[in-house]
């Protein structure tokens, strides 16, 4: 995609999403840590699932130590992975306490030297919690940084850094979250849905789908 494309491809999707928020529901940036932690492998929907009981009984970092992995486990079992997530979450409370304080750390560096926390987590918290212009880039992004042309690479982090480097500044924080939903609603990985994207005319992806053909409806047999 030219770089002239760049910013009519996401003012499309701006336009089609003018207040783009995160899916996880959560409360303050410990309890959206918890939350991005635990939707590894697993739908934003099934997190909200899970947590809507286990932040009414660990709000805080403190509660969940209490709480332990056992207590844990037994609110986010429909969970993928739910045995190791519910270890790091209660060993990244410990560490918070013990190194901040309680306090989720607004520092690339600390969060990534926690328990179940990658670069794409930390991208997450410190974009949405924080404000910053961190653009994660989680599977629906690296298919979207491909097909459209927006920002090839290889792995995870070159798309990254090609969105880093060609989206303009000032769209960079909220394009996380543009791009993120249009992958899982409309440009999804089996089938993307060409014709109802707003944004197509600067997509460079050659095999568009069209709109499916509606079935004629079978007359009824006098």
Not at 180 to 203: D, F, S
Request: charged share 25%; with cysteine.
């Amino acid at each position: 995609m030219p770089m002239a494309d760049v910013r009519p491809f996401l003012e499309a999707l701006a336009a089609a999403n003018p207040d783009p928020r995160s899916e996880l529901d959560y409360t303050d940036p410990y309890t959206l840590l918890i939350a991005v932690v635990l939707s590894a492998q697993t739908t934003d929907a099934g997190v909200n699932r899970a947590t809507r009981t286990l932040f009414a009984e660990a709000p805080t970092p403190e509660a969940m130590v209490r709480l332990g992995v056992e207590g844990v486990g037994q609110h986010i079992r429909t969970l993928g992975l739910w045995q190791g997530k519910a270890r790091n979450v209660v060993e990244l409370s410990r560490l918070l306490i013990e190194r901040h304080g309680g306090e989720v750390p607004r520092d690339r560096e600390a969060l990534e030297a926690l328990p179940g926390v990658g670069r794409k987590t930390a991208s997450v918290v410190l974009n949405v919690a924080f404000g910053e212009s961190a653009m994660a880039v989680d599977t629906h992004i690296f298919r979207l940084g491909n097909r459209t042309g927006l920002a090839p690479g290889k792995t995870p982090r070159e798309v990254e850094d090609a969105l880093v480097r060609r989206i303009p500044p000032d769209m960079l924080r909220n394009a996380h979250h543009w791009l993120i939903l249009h992958g899982r609603y409309v440009c999804k990985a089996r089938v993307p849905e060409c014709w109802r994207c707003v944004a197509a005319q600067w997509c460079r992806y050659p095999d568009k789908t069209p709109p499916p053909v509606e079935k004629p409806a079978k007359r009824k047999s006098p």
